[in-house]
């Protein structure tokens, strides 16, 4: 079982940065492509971003273009967020997942079955 914890939200002004940092208790997690998503009260859950296994390739929705960068440190099983210029569409809950279909990173993993998630973590962006 795949277990992964994000930290790093909280309230920020509008304009402010955040980081968010998503640990994996898997020792294989560098096989494997992950992403964050975002949900916000009464809304549909939201691709952000995803981030190919070896770090090499990454690929953002409309939203996180420009503002949000993903990476990941595989030797620390960890993948980030770092949140730029937020605004007062970006508060929501943020949480990472796990795609283990090995398939290319894209188009299609706005859609893509993540077999594994976080529970979440807060973001507040005060105007």
């Known amino acids: 079982q795949v277990q992964l914890v994000e930290s790093g939200g909280g309230l920020v002004q509008t304009g402010g940065s955040l980081r968010l940092s998503c640990v994996c208790s898997?020792?294989?997690?560098?096989?494997?492509?992950m992403g964050w998503f975002r949900q916000a009260p009464g809304k549909e859950r939201d691709f952000v971003a995803t981030i190919s296994w070896t770090g090499d390739e990454t690929y953002y929705g409309d939203s996180a273009k420009g503002r949000f960068t993903i990476s990941r440190d595989n030797a620390k099983r960890t993948v980030y967020l770092q949140m730029n210029n937020l605004k007062p569409e970006d508060p929501a809950v943020y949480y990472c997942?796990?795609?283990?279909?090995?398939?290319?990173?894209?188009?299609?993993?706005?859609?893509?079955?993540?077999?594994?998630w976080g529970q979440g973590t807060q973001v507040t962006v005060s105007s």
């Open positions: 898997e020792p294989t997690f560098g096989t494997f492509s």
């Open positions: 997942a796990a795609d283990l279909s090995g398939l290319r990173i894209g188009a299609g993993s706005r859609t893509r079955t993540h077999e594994y």
